[in-house]
């Protein structure tokens, strides 16, 4: 049986976040799912995998509820599960900037797919990997600048330190799945930056729409689950991630950078 992996976000205002933790775990539950969805007062964030009813009762089930009936998916597929039970988790925000940040009130300017080679093909504009270092080392866009963060949060510091001083640069920044490019966005509008470009649907989302022969995509995708990461057809690769450091290998079976001898293989 082919599995289906959806990912999905929203920025939405919440309240109930809380209330909907229950039902919705169970009924992911009963659907056989597994995965993990974040919930928070700001909206609500995951990734989960399943037969293809399955998926559909879930995807189904949160577009019922009329905030979140436009929800948006990118799908993948994998011959397994790449998640060993289902997670709901209650958070005070689903992608941890720790900085004031509200993409339902402003943000950068979507970029389809389909537009993007041009917009980074522009020598004038600064394009800018969101993810961690260790997501860039595995394959990112040529001429990206890699802002050697280990975490989302480090984000802002790198906004403060090296970009303060370039405001009005046109600036196109990208992520997985596009939420945490939205709300870098974000952040950089609050800032004061003039224009602001980003990835609609993220790397999954240009990877499905673009042919490998005209795309600017260089290497293999990081994912967080069973998988560790897919390649441009969005399949699973094969390799082995250090769980320390998070160094990725293709053949590797001890860590080189930290010589943890712990290291997991992808289920490729």
Known sequence: MTI??????????LPDYQDLRRKLREYCEAAEIRGSILLAEEGI????????EGINKVIAYLRSDTRLSDLETKESFADYIPFKRMKVRLKKEIVTLKAPADPRAVVGTYVDPDEWNRLISDPEVLVI????????????????VNPHTESFGEFTEYVQDRLADHKDKKIAMFCTGG?????????LK???FDEVYHLQGGILRYLAA???????????????DERIGVNHD??????YLCPQCQTFYHDQDVCLTCESEEITQSEA
């Open 179 to 187: 939420i945490r490019c939205e709300k870098a966005t974000s952040y």
């Open 234 to 239: 969005l399949a699973p690769i094969e390799g």
């Open 45 to 52: 964030n995951g990734t989960i995998a399943g037969s293809r």
């Open 190 to 192: 609050q800032q004061g």
């Open 129 to 144: 990997d969101t993810r961690n270092d260790y997501e860039y080392k595995m394959g990112t866009f040529k001429n990206a």
């Open 210 to 224: 673009t042919p490998q022969d005209t795309s600017l995509w260089d290497g293999d995708c990081f994912v967080f």
């Open 4 to 13: 289906v992996i959806s990912a999905f976000y929203k920025f939405e205002h």
